[in-house]
């Protein structure tokens, strides 16, 4: 990269990249790394891009794959981002501009480098890739040791900076850019036939000193869904502005955290491709799905996971009933706010996920959720993605069906969504509802996603659970609207 590349097609002749995979070990304290990092690439925003990029630095790759064991300049850059992340909340504060942008570029290649390397290499080879210090000290057996140290060192240092840096415009990028290496980092499992139990993610972040970060990240994490933190416009930072689609590292990590709903696929409901929606916040959508990266980490054999602990238990910041010594990791967050953000983020499947996590696993959220008065506000979008199922993937309608079966479990739910009256539902296009319940709504939905299954799909499991979710309600139906009744009798 550098300050001279401005075109992908420029990246393999770089003379910066070519020393930086080259034969020559490079120092951590040579003036190459500032000049390495003096660069304001247009990074890529979509898939097709994105694929150009990994075409157009193969060569480099490959190079630095095969002299790194040698050279440790791999090592030694992310040496350089450590030293220089010890001044970056300093940096922050006097607004240091140019440190934070040459920063924020030495982590975009350090991550561009490990996604490489974590689909090309084992782990033990991406351990010695890492490693720098045989080179300088020709100590025999210090190899694993020491990288593994660097490695761990790197992970805590980017949990440091998503959970300590303050959010400012010229923080905004390397924020995102911090947590995209993270979900990088966690990748190791898409390249893996086995489920691991024992991976490098788990040994840093199920134990030591990435250990006692596990609650404020997630607490991070789940503020960043929150607030939506819009991207800083041009001209709030010295390099330049990537597209609202979170350039390059969003494509990675996406990437990334769409094998998540490889655990979901259950049928071929909605099997037609869909694009996703502009991101209005890189931001909060990276945090969203290293939240959910975190939550879906297998337990280790001699140690659950911390963070689906810490999903399971935290509290409302109005609840005063003190922690119970036996949960760990535990903290407390403002339900309402998060219960506003779910409401309005359904239109994408990761919210829907997020939905269903916290309503299957925390008990403190569902019971808060069931206790709404303006249930409405969460159920009417699950509705809406079913009702659209054609336009929808299979996962994104899963999840709502089975956010619906968790509340219809609750007789309370059942008896108050007869109560609330919905004036002019103008997605619903079969027929003109001027006034009808949520109930008889729900109802009308569910019936229309069986007979849209009977039809196309015939998938089992949706079926089963479609007549599941009207079973779970019939005890409890009241004041049914007409056209509601008249496709109950229909159905059957």
Known sequence: MGSN???????????????????????????????????????PTSSTELKLLEEATISVCKSLVENNPRTGNLGALIKVFLSRTKELKLSAECQNHIFIWQTHNALFIIC?????????????????????????????????????????????????????????????????????????????????????????????????????????????????????????????????????????LYGLASGVATGLWTVFTLGGVGSKATTPPELSSPLANQSLLLLLVLANLTDAPDAPNPYKQAIMSFKNTQDSSPFPSSIPHTFQINFNSLYTALCEQQTSDQATLLLYTLLHQNSNIRTYMLARTDMENLVLPI??????????????????????????????????????????????????????SLGSLLILVVIRTIQYNMTRTRDKYLHTNCLAALANMSAQFRSLHQYAAQRIISLF
């Open 5 to 43: 590349s401005s075109r992908v097609s420029d990246l393999p002749k770089n003379e910066y990249l070519k020393k930086l995979s080259g034969t020559e070990s490079v120092s951590e304290n040579d003036p190459f790394w500032n000049q390495l990092l003096s660069f304001s690439f247009p990074a």
């Open 383 to 436: 509705l809406e993605i079913l009702y659209h199922v054609e336009e929808r993937n299979s996962h994104h309608v899963y999840m709502a069906l089975i956010i619906l079966l968790i509340l219809t479990e609750d007789d309370g739910f059942n008896r108050s969504i007869h109560e609330v009256i919905l004036k002019n539902i103008t997605w619903y296009s079969e027929r003109v509802l001027t006034e009808i």
């Open 112 to 248: 561009c480098l490990l996604k490489v390397f974590i689909m090309e290499l084992t782990i033990q080879d991406i351990l010695s890739q890492v490693h720098f210090s045989e080179v300088r000290n020709k100590r025999q057996g210090s190899a694993c040791s020491d990288s593994e140290d660097l490695l761990e060192e790197l992970l805590c240092c980017l949990l440091q900076l998503i959970t300590d840096i303050p959010l400012l415009d010229i923080t905004y990028e390397i924020s995102v850019e911090a947590i995209s290496t993270m979900v990088v980092f966690l990748s190791c499992q898409l390249f893996h036939k086995e489920v691991l139990r024992q991976s490098i993610s788990h040994k840093y972040l199920m134990r030591g000193p990435c250990l006692p970060y596990t609650s404020k990240l997630v607490k991070t994490l789940l503020y960043n869904f929150i607030r939506q933190e819009k991207p800083p416009p041009p001209g709030a930072h010295v390099f330049s502005q990537q597209s609202d689609g979170g350039g390059l």
